[in-house]
């Protein structure tokens, strides 16, 4: 099993920028496809960004160009970096782990989640 630990959340004005950090403890890291997954009131959890064993990543449209998850599997780390934030993107951001062979954009394809980061975007 693996326990998830996100931080770095918070209130951004429009146009900044978060770094998000998953740490991961437990089996290690890189024994799982990471990925982010976000929840805003009244709606539904969705895929945000996904990063294989190896390295590669996967993103929503949401976040194409603006977003970009990253691995260190020495340290157990994830990351995800988030620029030109938009009021949109307020939601309750949570790291996931699975062991599929694929990345998974859906939230039941993932069987470990961490308790959640708030990312606040507003002026």
């Known amino acids: 099993q693996v326990q998830l630990v996100e931080s770095g959340g918070g209130l951004v004005e429009p146009g900044g920028s978060l770094r998000l950090s998953c740490a991961a403890s437990?089996?290690?890291?890189?024994?799982?496809?990471m990925a982010w997954f976000r929840q805003a009131p009244g709606k539904e959890r969705e895929f945000v960004a996904g990063?294989?064993?190896?390295?590669?990543?996967a993103y929503a449209d949401s976040g194409k160009g603006r977003f970009t998850a990253s691995r260190d599997n020495a340290q157990n780390m994830v990351f995800l970096q988030m620029n030109s934030l938009i009021p949109e993107d307020t939601a309750v951001y949570y790291c996931?782990?699975?062991?599929?062979?694929?990345?998974?954009?859906?939230?039941?394809?993932?069987?470990?989640w961490g308790q959640g980061t708030q990312v606040t975007v507003s002026s």
């Open positions: 996931a782990a699975d062991e599929a062979g694929l990345i998974q954009r859906s939230a039941r394809g993932y069987t470990y």
């Open positions: 437990g089996r290690a890291a890189r024994n799982y496809n």
């Open positions: 990063i294989s064993r190896r390295g590669s990543a």
